[in-house]
T-cell receptor, first 112, second 117 residues
Framework: AQSVAQPEDQVNVAEGNPLTVKCTYSVSGNPYLFWYVQYPNRGLQFLLKYITGDNLVKGSYGFEAEFNKSQTSFHLKKPSALVSDSALYFCAVNPGDDKIIFGKGTRLHILP | DTGVSQNPRHKITKRGQNVTFRCDPISEHNRLYWYRQTLGQGPEFLTYFQNEAQLEKSRLLSDRFSAERPKGSFSTLEIQRTEQGDSAMYLC???????????????FGPGTRLTVT
């Protein structure tokens, strides 16, 4: 079955430190990959996507993600975390049939 | 561009009642998606439309669920004979598309929280 895994329910990072939120997927073919963020009492917001080309994609708020085809991963990264980055992050995959698959989400806590 | 809107934001209903939710997508978007999200989970795909055509439905979408997008603009999701297991956040999203399919990001509404008592 096609799936998306976010192995960490929660990630804690000190402000100013680099952060990584992990995502791996299991789909056939060449999927489109996305990251979304959800702030409390707000809808999901698009951060970035990988369609094709350069494996490192840059997105909103200084976030970037690295696509690794051999490891079927699409980890979200940021060089220096801000307290305001604290939120719920979702990895999503379009396996080609447009029935988007979301991970369970990872709660990111940035500690001041 | 006022974003994706959903109404109502909250709905409390008794088991066995019918409910209907509305989604107004971003006007120039021809794709519209419905998802269900329960606590501690990511959104689960239910169905999507391209213009007025319903292209895909998840197996999660039982016969009690029906969705329409009659003029290719707003969409409604109806749940008949609600059950307690239907309690969830129902999310709507819209996006552009092209002949290559779903490479475009989705813009989500704030959701409708359904509580079935």
């Amino acid at each position: 079955a096609q799936s998306v895994a976010q192995p960490e329910d929660q990630v804690n990072v000190a402000e100013g430190n680099p952060l990584t939120v992990k995502c791996t997927y299991s789909v056939s073919g060449n999927p489109y990959l996305f990251w979304y963020v959800q702030y409390p009492n707000r809808g999901l917001q698009f951060l970035l996507k990988y369609i094709t080309g350069d494996n490192l994609v840059k997105g909103s708020y200084g976030f970037e993600a690295e696509f690794n085809k051999s490891q079927t991963s699409f980890h979200l990264k940021k060089p220096s975390a801000l307290v305001s980055d604290s939120a719920l992050y979702f990895c999503a995959v379009n396996p080609g049939d447009d029935k988007i698959i979301f991970g369970k989400g990872t709660r990111l806590h940035i500690l001041p | 561009d006022t974003g994706v809107s959903q109404n109502p934001r909250h709905k409390i209903t008794k088991r066995g009642q019918n409910v209907t939710f509305r989604c107004d997508p971003i006007s120039e978007h021809n794709r519209l998606y419905w998802y269900r999200q329960t606590l501690g989970q990511g959104p689960e795909f239910l169905t999507y439309f391209q213009n007025e055509a319903q292209l895909e439905k998840s197996r999660l979408l039982s016969d009690r669920f029906s969705a329409e997008r009659p003029k290719g603009s707003f969409s409604t999701l109806e749940i008949q004979r609600t059950e307690q297991g239907d309690s969830a956040m129902y999310l709507c999203a819209s996006s552009s598309t092209d002949r290559t399919g779903g490479r475009y990001e989705q813009y989500f509404g704030p959701g409708t929280r359904l509580t079935v008592t």
